[in-house]
């Protein structure tokens, strides 16, 4: 038998899924090369294994597996083991996730993939049981099995794993940036449109089958296109989905906030993972759906969403942290379910029915055995229809239902939560914070967003000026990606439109021209996961699909457009044009997969709106000019702020953003230009007439 190591080659790591396998019999090594030059000197094969901390699955085949004494024996034995947090290493992830797509038709996590010495996969799958099981190989098999045919056919298996790695460059490698011709037309988003809308679930929302993912990126773009067009079905799907989520067990009734995805089609069960960037995307599509169609239940799930992640999700110096895990003590989901006799303690004999038809919590659970997953199967209204109570009473009685539950949950044990920091996501929350603390008039969130932005652009800066991938308790990790940049300058510009500090801008500026100058692909255009000089991998990918992020590709697009509206930057909007171009393919063979890619070209092909508000923002006639555009839904604008009371600011925002020479007007005075490309109509101080104008162009467009 082998001794158990007390720490192994993990030991010395930050992130919090590595960390839970540095004690692990199975010596793993971190992503790196001292893991790859053992293994060339050994002539072993390689066990990749990729996961992340929130992971229900990862979590089993630890304990089913990595805790074994006798799997850890061979594995040590005869490979080299590397375990890799898909969060801080994405790059990594692409590559061998699409290797495993490759061989099987699908993928997940946990990864399990092996490779040659030099990183050339030959075999790989997701979970596997320890052993043996219903007919399919167990792990011990498989591994058993490779080790034989790496001794006794090790040439028959690195010419495969050549081949693999030539199909996969050929696989990961986008068409060439699109002809000069290549028509980007409004056209193509009604046809993506069309293709999107046939694969909806007009019963429960959302888009084919279980699991069932929210996919945001997808119905930001359908509220997008219900803007621009009037067409009501894009809205109808995307509030019948909205809805359907805010009731099901996907989102948290009692805390707030989205898990990661339902295992049904209803959104009833969800697997209890919660992910920073999920409820990021989901309060800010919420919130703008709030702005279309006014439902008081959209601004509730905005505000206890972004309440959960202030609560439980940031840290004291303004970073807000990855995820929260699934598992709880070792069961998944034992956080938030519920038997009925556990409500009927909490809540009361008097409330306790009606508590439990509020919440859809049966005698047989929705879940295992009697444990229930808390939904929204009955309104107040209905519960009090049923049992002949007002409905004012009722309201009251659930609330204070609530507020018990609540109370009670936060004192079980809770689910360990990933407190890395990472660019990306944190960029996308800088956004729905900054946004709804703008729409909402919340200064909580508007402060939130700031701080965590200082937090980003300090912690998290390199010397060079680049970003870093993640961030733990005083530690860095692995250069930034594509995503940090380019979801940090959406945040950052967000952040300007609903502070008008220019500081926001300025260092959105500087990352973009990061984007320029390390990720561009000076061949075949787009924009590569990667830095240049970053180390090298097999491939050096390009992500295409929203998968669940936003791609990278997109969310440079959209931001080197609104940035090149500002600044007149025209080699940045030629460059993000012809991104366009190389994704229109895509646009059309897989739109449910590109939501964000078409929401850019929407935005181009709108075409988008600057509206420079000239005054004194601490005086009412401007605030009044500023506050008429929190509120309605304008897709394609771009607000700035010519501040007439700050002179020294408004000479740097004029250097950055020529658009604001000649917009200003005299003391007490607010006037508000809406501008086109570089024309622009008569200057109004009338709020009314400044959104008549938005109104007007929106529906010509």
Not at 26 to 31: F, Q
């Amino acid at each position: 038998m082998v001794t158990t190591l007390k720490a192994n080659h993990l030991i010395h790591e930050t992130s919090p899924y590595l960390l839970q396998h540095a004690h692990n019999p199975v010596d793993w090594y971190p992503w790196g090369e001292e893991a790859f030059e053992r293994a060339r000197r050994e002539s072993k094969p390689i066990f990749l294994s990729i996961g992340y901390a929130a992971c229900h699955w990862c979590h089993v085949m630890e304990r089913e597996s990595f805790e074994d004494e006798g799997i850890a024996q061979v594995l040590n034995d005869r490979f080299i083991s590397i375990k890799v947090d898909r969060e801080e290493r994405p790059d990594v992830d692409t590559i061998y996730m699409n290797a495993v797509q490759l061989m099987t038709g699908g993928g997940g996590w946990p990864l399990s993939v092996f490779l040659t010495p030099s990183g050339k996969p030959f075999f790989g799958g997701t979970y596997f049981p320890p052993h043996d099981r219903q007919g399919f190989p167990g792990f011990l098999h498989i591994l058993e099995e490779i080790a034989r045919v790496w001794a006794e056919e090790g040439e028959g298996v690195t010419r495969t794993a050549d081949q693999l790695t030539q199909a996969l460059r050929q696989f990961c490698t986008i068409e060439p940036r699109g002809r000069p011709d290549t028509e980007l037309s409004r056209n193509l988003l009604a046809l993506a449109f069309r293709q999107i809308a046939a694969s909806f679930d007009g019963d429960y929302g959302g888009f084919g089958r279980a699991p069932k993912f929210p996919q945001p990126t997808a119905l930001a773009f359908l509220l997008r296109y219900h803007a621009a067009t009037g067409e009501p079905h894009a809205l109808a799907m995307v509030e019948t989905t909205l809805e359907h989520m805010a009731r099901g067990g996907i989102y948290d009734q009692l805390g707030g906030g989205f898990h990661r995805y339902s295992v049904d089609n209803r959104w009833l069960v969800p697997h209890f993972e919660k992910m920073l960037n999920d409820n990021a995307l989901l309060a800010g599509l919420y919130l703008d759906v709030y702005r279309v169609a006014g439902k008081p239940l959209y601004e509730r799930v905005v505000r206890e969403t972004l309440d959960y992640v202030l609560r439980e999700m940031t840290h004291d110096h303004g970073g807000f942290y990855t995820a929260q895990d699934a598992d709880t003590q070792g069961l998944e989901g034992e956080y938030f379910v519920w038997t009925p006799e556990e409500i009927a303690a909490v809540v009361g004999p008097e409330n306790a029915e009606a508590v439990m038809r509020h919440f859809g919590v049966e005698a047989i659970g929705n879940f295992e055995g009697s444990k229930s997953v808390l939904t929204v199967a009955a309104t107040a209204d209905e519960v009090a229809r049923q049992l002949g109570r007002g409905v004012g009473e009722m309201e009251a009685a659930l609330a204070e239902g609530r507020r018990r539950l609540f109370g009670l949950r936060q004192e079980r044990a809770a689910p360990a939560t990933d407190d890395k920091i990472m660019p990306a996501w944190n960029g996308l929350m800088i956004s729905a914070m900054a946004r709804a603390g703008a729409v909402l008039g919340e200064v909580g969130y508007l402060e939130a967003a700031r701080r965590c932005a200082d937090f980003i652009l300090t912690q998290l800066r390199r010397e060079d000026g680049g970003l870093w991938r993640s961030w733990r308790r005083g530690q860095c990790r692995a250069q930034g990606f594509l995503p940090d940049y380019a979801f940090m300058v959406g945040g950052l510009l967000d952040l300007y439109e609903a502070t008008f500090e220019e500081r926001w801008l300025e260092e959105a500026l500087a990352l973009a021209e990061i984007i320029i100058t390390r990720f561009w692909d000076e061949d075949d255009g787009g924009f590569f996961y990667t830095e240049g000089g970053h180390q090298p991998l097999l491939v050096r990918p390009k992500d295409n699909f929203d998968n669940p992020d936003p791609s990278g590709n997109a969310m440079a697009v959209f931001a080197l457009l609104r940035l090149a509206e500002l600044t007149e930057h025209d080699s940045w909007r030629k460059e993000a044009v012809a991104t366009l171009k190389m994704f229109a393919p895509s646009m059309v063979k897989a739109p449910l997969a590109v939501g964000q890619m078409l929401s850019a070209l929407e935005f181009h092909t709108a075409p988008p709106r600057v509206v420079v508000i000239a005054g004194d923002p601490g005086r009412p006639a401007t605030r009044a000019l500023i506050e008429a555009l929190r509120r309605p839904y304008f897709s394609n604008t771009i607000l700035l702020l010519a501040d007439m009371a700050d002179g020294k600011a408004l000479e740097r925002l004029q250097r950055l953003a020529p658009l604001l020479e000649g917009k200003t007007v005299p003391e007490g005075e607010a006037r508000a230009f809406v501008c086109q490309g570089r024309t622009c109509g008569p200057p109004t101080s009338d709020p009314a007439e400044l959104v008549a104008q938005l109104r007007s162009l929106s529906s010509n467009g």
